[in-house]
């Protein structure tokens, strides 16, 4: 009778695991994403469906959705004890997800989003500047274990970037590199094309403030407000329309 009662309880758990709704991943994604990340209209299940990938404002007034996601369960994780789900948007792959007993991990992500709607969560008043142009995350391998002591690298391609509070105006591309190293990450910003150029290197030690050392140049006119408004973090170099930039400031 025990047997029978224990095969039933098991036979029952497993139902409820592969009729597991697609609206549990909604959940998810808000409490890993700090509720900036929620997953809109989910269909199918758990382990097959689709939904709308949605990002909310800082104020947390609003949700604006931006990319059409789709996800399928990869049996080929089962092997190492763990689940995996590769994803895609509009039938083009954008990276696989896997949950294991080491973490959580992301590999060959490729996610194209505009810049104000991916900025938006961020509580910064800096991301509420009306950012626009177009940006494009890409990660080969981003691995975060459950202390989240993320290590992995990532890239941040920005194009046309501009803000509405200067209309009108292009400042530029721009190319950021990410490294991580058991939660010590290390950045670089490069300006590929544009008005206003910024290079520089910085890093960001796990729990401690980010720094940031280099240069910002462009019209003279344009940028020669920035050492009142940058907190200190700007100093001039002595050339017409350049800044040296330190944070924290020195």
Avoid at 76 to 104: C, D
Avoid at 118 to 131: D, E, F, K, N, T
Avoid at 182 to 207: D, K, S
């Amino acid at each position: 009778m025990l047997k029978r009662l224990l095969f039933f309880l098991f036979l029952t758990l497993a139902l409820l695991i592969v009729k597991a709704p697609a609206s549990l991943l909604d959940g998810l994604v808000a409490r890993f994403t700090g509720d900036g990340l929620r997953l809109q209209q989910a269909e199918g299940s758990l382990w097959h469906g689709r939904g709308v990938l949605a990002s909310r404002d800082a104020g947390g007034r609003s949700l604006s959705p931006w990319l059409p996601l789709a996800w399928d369960f990869d049996a080929g994780a089962l092997g190492h004890l763990a689940v995996a789900w590769s994803l895609s948007s509009s039938g083009s792959p954008v990276g696989t997800v896997e949950a294991g007993i080491h973490g959580l991990t992301v590999s060959k992500l490729a996610l194209h989003a505009p810049a104000n709607t991916a900025l938006s969560p961020i509580p910064h008043p800096v991301a509420r500047a009306g950012w626009q142009g177009d940006l494009t995350i890409e990660s080969p391998h981003w691995q975060c274990p459950a202390d989240g002591k993320c290590s992995g690298e990532a890239r941040l391609l920005w194009r046309g970037a501009r803000s509405a509070l200067f209309p009108g105006r292009q400042f530029g591309d721009y190319d950021i590199r990410v490294t991580a190293q058991a939660g010590h990450l290390r950045y670089t910003v490069q300006t590929l094309a544009g008005e206003v150029i910024v290079n520089g290197q910085g890093e960001a030690p796990y729990g401690q403030m980010p720094r940031f050392d280099g240069t910002i140049s462009g019209e003279p006119d344009f940028l020669g407000r920035l050492p009142a408004i940058a907190g200190g973090a700007a100093t001039p170099t002595g050339r017409p329309g350049q800044f040296a930039i330190h944070w924290p400031p020195h």
